[in-house]
Each structure stands twice: as structure tokens, then as C-alpha cells.
């Protein structure tokens, strides 16, 4: 099915089963302990070695000499695997990290050595025995001492352009009345998601099939193929239920790879587990930021000129961290800037986490907003909606498809009472605590692609959806349900949805907020494509026939759904794929974040009181399960502003915290009553089901809202995330 024109009025707009809320298909399992993870199977690969990955003790350099005599000789021991013995290993196409040192270490707990063996234990014990001598040589680990070299980005297949110019920025800046000119810096960030990073891999001939934890198969098959210079043909990924990857396990990681690679050299089905240790140095992590926003305003308000300058690092090759996208779409301003600059680091590879580009840019652009609503003296709310534009900033002949920020932004101001916040900031006190309010606009691309699924439907009328989508505990098992039994007129409980195996029809998988969009608009297609065939077997005319309540009608006419597979299975397999209706119409999901703190006038401490997100994310497939993707990206949020931080020791060159231990996240202390609402609105511009994604917009504008409001809680502005309470001692409104 092609989909080239906006969408008309179709079988999902009855909303009888999408767009309620219901519990997640798998909700049970896992509250039981009954749903299998990667690491988990026991009955999939009998008699399963176990892999131990031992890191690189260095960040920069080579590898002397590699002794692996002792280990080898260990109880146990079925291998250990080097760059020696490995084979060559390729690159794959998304992340530039190499999985194996060989025998150039390119970042700190780089792979150098895998031992294999009969227990865990053994092949933990014998890597200990592993002698590795090293030549190091200088490395780049400071992101601000790379500002002055550092060029603009080159261009990239996702992020959109490094470099854009609109009207005259500089002379617009200069002749501004009202000026913003600061600095704000993000720091490395953790995924530290809770499931890590496993693989079981077990080879017949030249075929492998993996268990593992990856949210995109296509990716995976694609990148594991040209590590490893096989077909990806030749590889089956299986990911039943992911704990968590926030962009963590979008394609190919080094337990993938490496448990595929033992399994091939010991012959026999091998696991790998990422020690919690080693993930924050081995694996990708949201990159450090330095980005410069200028504003310039007329004494009205009235945005003139705005321009947004980014600097982040990675390894070479790498990708940059594309903050400068939601300052090109939120507000108007004719004269416009913004340029990425990519620094080369010798860290581990910095690559997407949870709204890449988005999160971070507006960690800075949301407090340089609230800066110069205060210097023009406006209402930060008002300040927003007096800039807002209903054409892209960048093509004024280019339309938003749908954009409600502006009731986004009135809906939640009404519901969390901001007229009760004082604009003078440390006015408001309880006891020991000063209280403030504070808000941010969010904004987050809404992408879509290609997406396809399969159906069949049984005599019993039971209808089985396959397809390779992954669930991280989103819900897609559930979503996908919904949008078939809506359109093939079942009640929920009579879909069966397979999700998680690369053998089934591809999708774009979960990652970059676009798997809920696509794969629900792939699932559409097929059930048009079913329907069609049931009509045609039950002599029913396709365009007249109604699927309802189990049963298909027309007119006087009726029939059983299950009665079209009396004689056997009906199946059907279709792809969804997409014209230029993004080219035509900007598509994007809008929000509004709102926040209460308390700063502890005495100690700097700072809490949450209360939170509320409005979103406007196209048709909610699902509330209850949309409310939990933006609770967790507030929670998510929350973290980034006030406590999360991979700290670089400059002069060896790690993540020194790289455990939950040292990297601070979240716990339920820190977590206040959260409030979601979401917007009633559809997109006829994104798909036939006209709904987006929602799982990043919970997270953009949370952090600088709770910037914004411990600003107007003390009057201290913090511009270096995240907002700890040294950055406050000396520095508050103290008295008695």
C-alpha cells in the first residue's frame, strides 16, 4: 500500500479498540517473572558456553603483547578470543565503534579479549589470567579544548543539515534591541538502561541465530552481516521483550558481535552479558554538548534573530549530536543560524539516545527563552506563544501538518496554575524551602518508514499478527493488537501479535519515536489487504462490507468473521510505504512541560514538588500506555537536570562513574506525583492511522522547565547541566 495523500476517514476512526486504554498484552508476564529476556532462554541452545569480555585498561594506544597462556590452561576454558584468533572483523553502517582492539585500542574497555568457558564464573576468573602490555599514546578527552578546532559537522543521513542560514543573522543579532549571548553545556550521559547489553548465539553451518537485546532488527541483521562478512541473509535476530534501551540498543553491540564470534570458533551456543561495569565505557552514550544560543528580540517580543551553535565530540567517523534541530521548528524569527561541530575524542563512541538532538538542544534553548522573557519583561508563557508559527521557520511555503503548541501551552499553564507564579524570582517560601515555578516548550521530529506485517486468520477466528517490530516496554505488543482488531472488527482479546524475530516482515523497529507510527500503519495495510480477501470469499462487496463485533456486513447481509477461513488459513502479507507528504508538510509532535521545586535555602538540595506534561502527539493509539512513555520521560528528564553525569577523567581518558553506584539516576524518592495530559487531535499527514510517536516528547523540555523553576525558586541561574546543589552554595537568597 502506498501512502501519498492525507489520510480520509477509515475503519480506525471508530475508535472502539485503539484509543482505549488498554493493559499492556504483557503486563502479566512480566509482573511474574514469567517474560524470557535475552540472557534468559535455557531451552534454545542446549549446552551453552559462557563469554566474559575483557576491556581495554587504556584509552588510546596499542596493544604490545597479549599472553593468554594461563587462561587458556584455566578450569573451563574453551577459548580465548583476541584480534590474533578473531578473524577479521568489519565496521557496521550506523556506529563506527570497532568491537574488537586489533590490536589499535581506540577508547577505554574496548574489547581487547573474550574467554569462553563452562560457567560464568570460570570465564570471569580466567580473564583475570589474561597478561596485556600496552603502548600508549596522547589522547583527546576534553570536549572544551577542541572548541577552537573543531569543524562543522559533516552531513549525515539522519539529523539534518550541520550548517543552515536563513535571512541575515549577524546584522539582525547586532541591531537587535533585547540580547541573549550565553553558554550552556550538557554533559555524557548513561543509558544505564536495566536489562544490559546480552546475546545467546548459536551457528547451524553457515547461519546464525541470535537471541539478543536490540531494538532494531533490520539494523541488526544489516550491521552484523558486514562485521562479521557474511549475508545478512545468514542471520536471525530474536528480541522477544527488551528491558529498556532508550536508543541504547538501536543496532549491533559488542556482545552481539562477540558472542557470534565464539560461538562460531567453540562450536556451540554461546552467552554473552555485558558486565554493568563495562557498558558505560564499551557502549555508545549521549555525547557532551557546548552549545552558544543568541537571541535577539524587538522591544514587543517579537523574535528577530536566532542562532544556535553546537559543539560535541566523538570517535573518528562518528556521529554529532544534532542539538540545533528543535531551535530550526519551534519558533519563528526571520534571521537564522545554527551550525554543529564535531570534535574528534578518544571516548566511547557518542551515538542517539532518547531524542537525540532534541533533548539536549532544548536543554539550552529552553533557558535561553525564560532569559529573554525576563530581560523583555513578558510572561514566559506568553513570550512562547507570541513567537509561535504555523509554517516552518525555515519555508514559509511549507506547512506544519498539525500544530497545537499553542494549546499546549495555554492547557497546561490553566491546569498547573502558573498564574500563581511570581515572576520576581526567591518570593516564595515554605519553612526552609524556597519554591519556584518553570516551564519549557518541547518539540520532537515525528518520523515514519516503511513497515510491513503479516496476518493470518483461522477458522476459530483468531487472527495472529506478525511482524518485526520490538517492544522496550512501550507497549507495541499491545498497539499492534488494537489497530488490527480495529480494523478487522475483533475484540482485542482474539489478536495474537509476534513481535522481536528479524524472520518476520520488516519494520523500522523501535527507535527514533517512529516504530508505534509506522508499524501500526504497516498493520493497516495488511488488514486492508485481509479485509479485501474475506469480502472476496464471502461474496461481499469490499468497498460496502463492515467488520464489526466479529462479523463481517453488508446491508441485510451477515456473516461470521471465522466462517472466510472455514476452508483454511487466510493470509496476507503487506508493506506500508510512504510518498513526499513529509517533504510537503513539517510533521513534528509539540508539548509543554511544567514544574514546581523546593530548594533547600540551607543546603541547596532540590526536589520536584510536582510536574505536569501536555503533548500533542497525533491520535493516542493507546492513553494508558502513552502515559507512561511521557511519565518515563519526565523521569528521565528530571535526571538529566539534576543529577546525571558520566564524568571524564581528562587525563586517562574514562568514564570514571561507570557504574549505578557512581552514575546517579532517579529512584522513586526523588519522583513526585506526575501529570500527564494529552491533547485529542489527529495527523491525516503522517498515515492512515494519522497517529505519532510519543515516547521522546515525554523527554524534551523537562530538564530546563526544572532549570527554569529552580531559577525562579532562587534567582541563581545554572547553565552547566546537571543543576547539583555546589553550583547553588554561596549563592542563595539566605535569610530568616
Request: glycine share 10%; proline share 4%.
Given at each position: 500500500?502506498?501512502?501519498d495523500?492525507p489520510?480520509g476517514?477509515n ?8 484509543g482505549?486504554p488498554h493493559?499492556r498484552?504483557?503486563?502479566?508476564l512480566k ?12 531451552n ?7 563469554g566474559?569480555i575483557?576491556g581495554a585498561?587504556i584509552a ?10 594461563r587462561a587458556?590452561?584455566a578450569?573451563g576454558?574453551l577459548?580465548v ?13 550506523f ?10 585500542v581506540?577508547?577505554?574497555h574496548q574489547p581487547?579479549a ?7 564464573e570460570q570465564?570471569?576468573a580466567?580473564?583475570s589470567l ?6 600508549r ?11 577552537d ?5 559533516p552531513?549525515?543521513?539522519?539529523g539534518?543539515p550541520?550548517e543552515?542560514q536563513v535571512?541575515d ?11 541573549v549571548?550565553e553558554?550552556y553545556t ?7 538502561m536495566?536489562?544490559?547489553?546480552a546475546?545467546?548465539?548459536?551457528w ?7 537471541w539478543t537485546s536490540i ?11 558486514l562485521?562479521l562478512?557474511?549475508p545478512?541473509?545468514n542471520i536471525?535476530?530474536i528480541?522477544?521483550?527488551?528491558g529498556?534501551?532508550?536508543g541504547g ?5 559488542s ?11 567453540v562450536r556451540r ?5 555485558l558486565?554493568?561495569p563495562i ?5 555508545i552514550?549521549?555525547p557532551?554538548?557546548i ?14 534573530a536566532?542562532?544556535?551553535?553546537s ?11 544534532p542539538?540545533t534541530?528543535?531551535t ?5 524569527g526571520a ?6 561541530r564535531?570534535a574528534t575524542?578518544?571516548l566511547a563512541?557518542?551515538?542517539?539516545m ?5 533533548a ?14 525576563e530581560?523583555l519583561?513578558?510572561?514566559p ?6 513567537n ?11 506547512p506544519?501538518?498539525?500544530r497545537?503548541?499553542?494549546?499546549c501551552?495555554r492547557?497546561?499553564?490553566e491546569?498547573f496554575?502558573w498564574s500563581m507564579?511570581?515572576s520576581?524570582t526567591g518570593q ?7 519554591i519556584?515555578?518553570g ?6 521530529g515525528?518520523p515514519i518508514?516503511?513497515a ?32 488490527a ?6 475484540p482485542?482479546?482474539r ?5 522481536g524475530d ?5 519494520t523500522?523497529g523501535s527507535?527514533?519515536?517512529q ?11 495488511v488488514?486492508?489487504?485481509?479485509r479485501?480477501?474475506?469480502a472476496?470469499r464471502l461474496?461481499?462487496?469490499t468497498a460496502?462490507a463492515?467488520?464489526?463485533?466479529g ?6 447481509r ?17 508493506v506500508m510505504e510512504?510518498g ?6 513539517a510533521?513534528?509532535?509539540f508539548?509543554a ?8 535555602v ?5 526536589r520536584?514538588?510536582?510536574m505536569l506534561?501536555?503533548?500533542?502527539a497525533g491520535?493516542?493509539l493507546n492513553?494508558k500506555t502513552?502515559?507512561?512513555q511521557?511519565?518515563g520521560g ?6 538529566a ?6 564524568v ?11 557504574d549505578?553506584?557512581g552514575y546517579e539516576?532517579p ?7 506526575l501529570?500527564a495530559?494529552l491533547?485529542?487531535e ?5 498515515s492512515?492511522?494519522?497517529?505519532k510517536?510519543?515516547?521522546?516528547l ?6 530546563p522547565?526544572v532549570a527554569n523553576?529552580?531559577?525562579?525558586a532562587t ?6 547541566y546537571?543543576?547539583?546543589l555546589?553550583k547553588l552554595l ?5 535569610r530568616?
Open positions: 500500500m502506498k501512502f495523500t489520510a476517514p475503519p480506525i476512526d471508530r475508535m472502539t479498540v485503539v482505549q493493559n498484552f504483557e503486563a502479566e509482573t511474574t517473572g514469567t517474560a524470557t529476556y535475552a540472557y534468559e532462554y535455557y534454545v541452545a542446549p549446552n551453552a558456553a559462557y566474559y575483557l585498561a588510546k594506544g596499542r596493544i604490545s603483547s597479549i599472553d593468554t597462556r587458556e590452561a578450569p576454558v577459548a578470543i583476541t584480534h590474533r584468533n578473531a578473524g577479521p572483523l568489519g565496521v557496521g553502517k556506529y563506527v565503534q570497532r568491537m574488537l582492539a586489533a590490536p589499535d581506540d577508547h577505554y581487547v573474550v574467554v569462553v568457558a563452562e560457567t560464568f570465564a570471569r580466567a580473564s589474561i597478561r596485556i602490555d600496552y603502548a599514546s596522547p589522547g583527546r578527552f576534553d570536549l572544551a579544548e577542541q572548541l578546532s573543531a569543524p562543522v559537522a552531513q549525515m543521513e539522519f539534518g550541520t543552515t535571512g543573522f549577524d546584522q539582525a543579532f547586532a541591531a537587535a534591541e533585547v540580547k549571548d553558554t550538557v554533559p555524557d550521559q548513561a543509558h544505564a536495566m536489562e544490559p547489553h546475546t545467546i548465539a548459536t547451524d553451518g553457515d547461519r546464525v541465530t541470535c531494538q532494531q532488527m533490520n539494523w541488526g541483521t544489516r550491521d552484523l552481516g562485521i562478512g557474511i545478512r541473509e536471525r535476530l528480541s522477544t521483550f527488551i529498556g534501551g532508550f540498543k538501536g543496532t549491533v553491540q556482545d552481539l558481535v562477540l558472542a557470534a564470534v565464539a560461538a562460531r570458533m551456543p554461546v552467552k554473552i552479558a558486565q554493568r557498558m558505560f565505557n564499551n557502549t552514550h549521549r557532551k554538548t552549545q552558544r544560543i543568541r537571541l535577539g528580540a524587538s522591544r514587543d517580543g517579537k523574535l528577530t536566532v542562532g544556535h551553535e559543539w560535541s565530540g566523538n570517535l573518528a567517523g562518528g556521529r554529532t549530536e542539538t534541530l528543535s530550526r521548528s519551534l519558533y519563528a534571521n537564522r543560524m545554527t551550525a554543529v564535531l575524542l578518544d563512541e557518542g551515538n542517539a532518547r531524542a537525540p538532538g532534541e539536549p538542544g532544548l536543554m539550552a534553548l529552553e533557558i535561553a527563552m525564560d532569559e529573554m522573557a530581560k519583561g513578558m510572561d508563557v506568553e513570550f512562547r506563544i507570541l509561535d508559527t504555523q509554517v516552518d521557520p525555515e519555508n514559509a511555503d511549507r506544519f501538518s498539525s497545537p503548541f499553542v494549546e501551552l492547557t497546561g499553564a491546569r496554575g507564579r511570581k520576581q516564595v517560601r515554605d519553612g526552609d524551602w524556597l519556584g515555578m516551564m519549557a516548550g518541547a518539540i520532537r515525528a518508514s516503511k510491513a506485517a503479516r496476518v493470518r486468520l483461522d477458522r476459530q477466528g483468531m487472527l495472529t499478527v506478525e511482524t518485526d517490530m520490538t517492544d522496550l516496554g512501550t507497549g507495541s505488543y499491545t498497539i499492534v493488537q488494537q489497530t482488531a480495529e480494523m478487522m472488527g475483533l482485542v482479546e489478536v495474537v501479535a509476534k513481535l528479524s524472520s518476520f516482515p520488516e523500522p527507535g527514533g519515536q516504530g508505534a507510527p509506522s508499524v501500526t500503519a504497516g498493520v493497516y495495510a488488514c486492508s489487504k485481509l479485501a480477501m474475506v472476496q461474496g461481499f462487496n460496502e463492515e467488520f464489526i463485533g462479523e463481517v456486513r453488508s446491508g441485510n451477515r456473516a461470521l468473521l471465522a466462517s472466510a477461513a472455514a476452508d483454511g488459513d487466510l493470509v496476507a502479507e503487506d510512504f513526499d507528504l513529509a517533504k510537503r508538510f510533521i513534528q509532535t508539548g512541560h511544567f514544574s514546581e521545586v523546593g530548594v533547600d540551607y543546603t541547596g538540595e532540590i520536584v514538588r510536582r506534561a501536555v503533548c500533542a491520535r493516542i492513553p502513552a502515559r507512561s511521557v511519565i519526565m523521569t528521565m528528564g528530571i535526571g537536570a539534576l543529577m546525571e553525569e558520566m571524564v577523567d581528562k587525563r586517562s581518558g574514562f568514564f570514571v562513574n561507570h549505578l553506584a539516576v529512584v522513586h524518592a526523588d519522583i513526585p506525583h501529570e495530559a491533547l485529542d489527529v495527523d491525516p499527514a503522517i492512515p492511522v494519522k497517529a510517536g510519543v515516547g521522546e515525554g523527554l524534551t523540555g523537562v530538564a522547565a523553576a529552580v531559577y525562579n534567582g541563581v541561574r545554572v547553565r552547566q546537571p543543576i547539583t555546589e554561596g549563592r542563595l537568597p539566605y530568616e
